[in-house]
């Protein structure tokens, strides 16, 4: 199992899109994907999981992976949950 932190950028956290984007990320990976924060712990491929934890800018969370190549999924995840999406504003 490979463990790695990362810390919210986005301005507006992690909402449906930026969301949808990590959940695309992992596809298929056959492996055991979670999101760790304050004790909870929720399945990257949910989208209410994820939404569930309220990631807001400054939230430090733990993604877990177990399965092959675990370290550079989870690697890409932390890129992506650093990322400061540019999405418009309606």
Known sequence: M???EAIIQ?????H?????MIIKHIGDYPGR????LNGSRVD???ML???SLGLSKGT???IEVEGPNEEELAQ???ILFETHFDFPRP
């Not at 986005?10 to 992690?14: H, P, S």
């Not at 449906?16 to 949808?20: G, I, K, N, V």
């Open 76 to 78: 890409g995840l932390k």
């Open 2 to 4: 490979f463990h790695v």
């Open 49 to 51: 999981g994820l939404l």
């Open 33 to 36: 994907v979670d999101i760790c």
């Open 10 to 14: 986005n301005d507006d956290g992690i």
């Open 16 to 20: 449906c899109r930026p969301s949808t």
């Open 44 to 46: 990257a491929r949910s």
């Open 60 to 62: 430090a969370l733990v």
